[in-house]
């Protein structure tokens, strides 16, 4: 099979020092993986699992609506919209698919959807998909989304993520919720870097500022600080019927197996009490904060750490410096972030030591 037609935007991607490779950490000091607090890392769904001595099967047979549905799935949904204060809950394979699966299926044409600038590629995606129109906001930019607001017509959403990926900051939500209010939006938050870590048990920004009410719908992904797979969305009963019979994103895919929906409930057993891991972070965070550099570091009070290097080829530089090191950072690339705006996302876990961030910080000075 002739594949030459491909090299030209692989070498396009060599010429700029852009392009992707699989890397292994090779037992480096984790500072570039989401599990936040060690989920993953200490193999706690595991040893949870092995201790309950039950034993889950590992497909699911179809999509949830043929033979893909089971009790456990339900059951799971119920709990997820007990523990974040929803009237319902529907799970989907990955929050890449939740946030396709909701933003393609519910605005419609002449509807229209304001998103902040920096929103994940999974929001974007699902934006594009969309048959509404689409706008874009300087990201928290409250004036800007207020301007777009007043021009928008028919059903408006406004999407945004509580913590942002790439820049660790948080949006304005209560402002957001304001300004939503005021021009009958609906507002949609991403919440999956803040679950497992902002809040007092957990439970996301949203529910940490008593904002649960008011929105449309939220995401919760499950691949970051709950250290497993998959995602729900939450909103009302009658969000949940509509993407039960409208998400192509829930209808057209194989359900999650029961494996690793009772990975989701063993998640959700431990992360609401693991408080000391949630405050070793926080100081973590604020030692990291508080410490010079010799680049520019962006404030942020979550562990998503950003040193802005400019140029592919100089972050890529520091970056393998840093892996010499035996400290695994990686790079971020334009175009992954604009150019001039390449650089470390540096990630901070309930278990990394003291003493490994003070490393990481020496060789970043």
Known sequence: MNDDFLHKK??????????RELRLP???TDFCSNDYLGLIHHGLIEQYITLSKLSFKHGSGGSRLLAGNYGRAEQAEQALAAFHAAPAALLFNSGYDANLGLLSSVPQRGDTIIYDSLSHASLRDGIRLSFAQSFAFAHNDLDVLE???QAATGQI???????????????????MVQLCRQY???LIVDEAHATGVTGE?????????GLQDACFARIHTFGKAVGCHGAVILGSETLRNYLINFSRAFIYTTALPESSVAAIQAAYHLFPSMQAERDHLHQLIQYFQQTPLAFEKLPSATPIQVV???GNDKVKEVARRLQSASLDVRPILYPTVPKGS???RIVLHAFNTMEEVQKLLQNLC
């Open 308 to 310: 802005i290097i400019p």
């Open 201 to 209: 048990r957990g439970e996301g920004l949203v529910q940490q500022l």
């Open 184 to 186: 009958e939006a609906h």
């Open 147 to 149: 301007k777009r607001l």
């Open 26 to 28: 090779d037992g480096k």
């Open 342 to 344: 390449e650089r470390l």
């Open 10 to 19: 692989l070498d396009e991607r060599k010429a700029a020092q852009a392009f």
């Open 157 to 175: 959403f406004v999407v945004t993520e509580s913590v942002f990926s790439m820049d660790g900051d948080m949006a304005p939500l209560d402002a």
